[in-house]
């Protein structure tokens, strides 16, 4: 599939036109469109006395095609039968919302507060934002979208280019916007809306949606949905206890709202359990991560899922039943055997989990899953002291039209093939994988042939770093070659962020669970290590993003010995065999890792051990003249024209000093001003030009006095002002006068 910039208007644009006409998505919205303008057409069509009623209100709420109903469970046939509700809802919905940005945003943002606290004491303290947002469609179809999600349509906007954290309804409106600017305003027939407000839906589940992320089957968006189990050979093997179970997850999800970095939730979760061991903290977060995927890495820092997004907003463990169903083992069998056969004594329940995974040695797993289940309020204990599914347990049991599969009695795993010096790995012609690369950014010729020498040259050793300047495009080269030589298979590609404080090779290759000591922590690294070593025809590239964040010779320890020895890898101690996990895993021939490297004061340097095993290629030339986006944006030419001015001159200024700038500064500048013109005249060209300079080329100015850097702040100072960026230009003056009167220079102190 073709990949699209979202961020940039021409990307966007070339993404729509792609799934455009509707015609084209076939069952995606063949008849999704019509229904949902059908839909449109009968709420306008309602007077304030009909939408009153009962009946219109709950076909608004329960039956409007706008997004199926899936996680969103929250009852509120009480809040339908109070006509007092119904009736305040009815005469609000006929305020039409206003045409301008800023008030249609305060207009839906205090519909939407309203709804919640009218709501709130019919629901326990639930708020039910999914259909909120669903209802809020079918009124405001001009405004809104159909992704009901908050977690969803976060993931969306930041992929459309927002640059920060919206609000929840700001995300439909900003959305909106966006595709209007670009596409133009649709025509307020009941079809056109329809289809605009499909587009952004379509648009996160063509170019956004990852694979892995995906438990439902396809269905049309305005339907219910399937969920498509995984195999139970696939599937984490239970569920780890942590403190406070479910509520223990909502403060640890609000505490990591913003982002927070590996010590700072680390601390957190120190402070509610200050006898746990590190160990057992790093346990949890594997947890949050892998089990119940409410949390993920994001360069140096932790940031709520789509999904842990949707649970903090909505305080609605629902939102957790498609991925516990389909990718933890046992807690469908528990559901099923309630619904089934239930009530049930806590022994048999045990027994119906247990049954899933004969390798469970004690009750212990099986024990843990109806902790969860009971702290979600899916199974409550009756007074006979026996356990059955409450009413949202019975919504959730109801999702399951598949009989939960066990694993085999006898799980004896084969050894991991070790690929032999006879297994040569298939790899395309240099040629094909040159095309390839370029079609994703412009590297070179000589520069990806570099790479691939250099990767290939020993028959184990297939290990390169990229190092140099910060945006030049290094993650770019290296994802894009592992695609190049892999086909486009995904599937051999792995992208590991690097964390500071990693100083143990639990975090790639896992441990076993110092909390349940019948488990292994697996990884997604090991699985992708694993997969490879299996699959030993085939390359597999592993990019280990900003690397020297912490010391790669301590967290990679057994993968550079394994490399250089050709001796396997040790997981554990176990025996052969440990809860599916080999003790010792061949180190695969056809595993290629790629790390890349920033070398700044917040970084690490690479100690010889690493580098002997290591080609490295550097990164410092950048070749303003091949940057790929001059003149996409909609800036006014004059005024890009001298925004590439005053690049040029301050890359040249500045590169023999190694303080140049790659493209994603290049990106960040044109980026401001595009937006700084959308905004009027509030910010005039020349102002906005200074500004993002100062912004984003300034602060990486310092060092200690040397004739390099006296020269390069010397003509840096020199292009501002004959570019007339005045504030700049005192900003440097101000860095040189710190350089002669103290020896040194920085653009923070």
Request: net charge negative; proline share 8%.
């Amino acid at each position: 599939m073709v990949q699209h910039d979202l961020t940039t208007d021409e990307g966007l644009r070339a993404a729509c036109q792609s799934i455009w006409p509707p015609e084209r998505l076939g069952g995606e919205r063949s008849e999704w469109i019509p229904q949902l303008a059908e839909t449109i057409r009968w709420v306008r069509a309602a007077d304030e006395k009909e939408r009153s009623t009962r009946e219109f209100q709950h076909r608004l709420w329960e039956d409007n095609h706008v997004a199926a109903i899936g996680q969103g469970t929250i009852p509120i046939g009480r809040a339908l039968d109070d006509e007092t509700f119904c009736r305040w809802l009815a005469a609000r919905s006929m305020n039409p919302v206003p045409s301008s940005p800023e008030e249609r945003l305060r207009f839906l943002t205090s519909l939407y507060e309203d709804l919640k606290d009218k709501l709130e004491p019919f629901l326990d303290g639930k708020v039910p934002h999914l259909k909120i947002f669903r209802v809020m469609a079918a009124l405001y179809p001009e405004a809104m979208t159909t992704v009901a999600s908050t977690g969803v349509l976060d993931k969306l906007t930041r992929a459309l280019g927002s640059g920060r954290r919206l609000d929840p309804v700001e995300r439909h409106v900003w959305t909106r916007e966006r595709l209007d600017r670009v596409l133009g305003a649709p025509s307020t027939e009941p079809e056109p809306l329809a289809e605009r407000i499909t587009l952004p839906w379509v648009l996160y589940a063509r170019f956004v949606q990852t694979p892995t992320e995906v438990t439902e089957k396809p269905t049309n968006p305005g339907e219910d949905t399937k969920l498509l189990p995984l195999p139970a050979a696939r599937r984490r093997r239970g569920l780890t206890a942590i403190r406070g179970l479910f509520s223990g997850v909502l403060s640890t999800l609000e505490f990591v709202r913003d982002g927070v970095t590996r010590a700072e939730l680390l601390d957190f979760l120190r402070a509610s359990s200050p006898e746990a061991k590190a160990s057992s903290l790093g346990v949890v977060i594997n947890a949050l991560q892998s089990e119940l995927a409410v949390i993920k890495g994001d360069g140096n820092r932790y940031v709520l899922t789509e999904r842990g997004e949707d649970v903090l907003e909505s305080q609605d463990p629902s939102y957790l039943a498609d991925w516990l169903l389909t990718r933890i083992l046992g807690v469908d069998a528990a559901l099923v055997a309630l619904r089934d056969r239930g009530p049930l004594r806590p022994t048999e329940l045990t027994e119906a989990i247990h049954l899933m995974n004969p390798g469970w040695t004690t009750n212990f797993a099986p024990q843990v899953i109806v902790s969860w289940l009971r702290s979600m309020g899916v199974v409550e204990t009756t007074p006979q002291n026996k356990h059955a599914l409450t009413a949202l347990g019975r919504q959730w049991a109801s999702r399951i039209d598949w009989k939960p599969e066990p694993l085999p009695p006898e799980v004896t795993p084969q050894p991991v093939p070790t690929p032999g010096p006879e297994a040569a790995v298939t790899l395309p012609p240099l040629p094909s994988i040159i095309a390839a690369v370029q079609t994703e950014g412009h590297f070179p010729g000589p520069l990806i042939a570099r790479l691939h020498a250099g990767l290939w040259s020993h028959s184990r050793r297939h290990f390169a770093i990229l190092t140099g300047l910060s945006g030049s495009g290094k993650t770019l080269l290296a994802r894009s070659y592992a695609k190049a030589i892999a086909g486009g298979s995904d599937r051999q590609l792995f992208t590991l962020p690097v964390q500071p404080g990693w100083y143990d090779p639990g975090v790639l290759l896992g441990y076993t669970n110092p909390l349940r000591g019948d488990s292994y922590v697996r990884t997604g690294f090991l699985e992708f290590l694993i997969a490879a070593a299996a699959d030993p025809g085939c390359p597999y590239v592993a990019v280990l993003d900003e690397m020297n964040l912490s010391h790669p010779e301590q967290y990679m320890a057994p993968l550079l010995s394994a490399m250089e020895t050709g001796e396997p890898i040790q997981l554990h101690t176990e025996g052969d065999f440990f809860d599916g996990v080999p003790g010792l895993l061949p180190y695969p021939r056809n595993l290629v890792l790629i790390g890349t490297v920033n070398m700044d004061e917040t970084t690490h340097g690479i100690s010889d051990k690493v580098l002997d095993r290591a080609f490295v290629l550097e990164f410092w030339h950048v070749d303003l003249d091949a940057y790929p986006r001059w003149g996409k944006r909609s800036i006014d030419p004059p005024v890009e024209a001298r925004a590439r001015q005053v690049l040029t001159a301050l890359m040249q200024a500045l590169s023999p000093a190694r303080m140049h700038f790659g493209w994603r500064v290049v990106d960040d500048v044109l980026d401001f001003l595009d937006r700084a013109a959308a905004g009027g005249d509030s910010l005039s060209a020349d102002a906005a030009l200074d500004a993002v300079i100062y912004a984003k080329v300034l602060p990486k100015l310092r060092g200690e006095d040397a004739p390099r850097f006296r020269e390069a702040l010397a003509k840096c100072e020199a292009a501002l002002a004959s570019s007339g960026l005045e504030e700049s230009r005192l900003k440097v003056a101000e860095l040189r006068h710190d350089l002669e009167a103290t020896g040194t220079a920085r653009f923070w102190r």
